[in-house]
């Protein structure tokens, strides 16, 4: 069942759909977690990319996010909801930035974002708790994205 507030979403707006992650965000169980599941075919068909245009479709996602988080939240009423993930797509996007190929780098990437966002650990936590608005919800996914970046590269150069 829907909560109520996610019902004044217009899913024919596709800020809304987008912000909501297809859906994903209407999870009853961790729609982070799901909208981070949403994200990973969106990066397998941006992953042939070169990593300057790979980048440029993230800055361009995160740009738009800020738009498209805020027009959510202006719909739902309430400040960075749960159902909101669009923000877990480009995350999860910075997180896989020049991954190796391969199910294993995937799988890595979604924990390492996982536990980045779901932790925030400074400074993460300041950002969460000081910035609001579509800015705020995707900012700190951002820095968790960055967070677990530098960490998938670290592993990388660790292991490939």
Known sequence: MIKPELKRLNLKNPLHLLAV????????W????????VA???????????????IALLVLG????????????DAIGM???GAIVWDEVIGFGITMI????????LLAGFALFRLFDVLKPW????????????????LDDVIAGFF????MQLLAHWLV
């Open 79 to 81: 400040p960075d909801h």
């Open 30 to 37: 961790a729609p982070g977690t799901m909208g981070t599941l």
């Open 148 to 151: 677990a970046l530098f960490c």
């Open 98 to 105: 020049a991954a190796p190929a391969g199910w294993e780098w």
């Open 123 to 138: 400074p993460i936590s300041w950002f969460d708790r000081r910035i609001h608005g579509g800015l705020g919800i995707m």
């Open 40 to 54: 990973i075919p969106l990066y397998l068909l941006a992953s042939g990319l070169s990593t300057p245009w790979f």
């Open 21 to 28: 992650g297809f859906g994903a965000g209407f999870s009853p």
């Open 62 to 73: 995160f740009l738009a996010g800020i738009r498209i988080c805020q027009s959510a939240t």
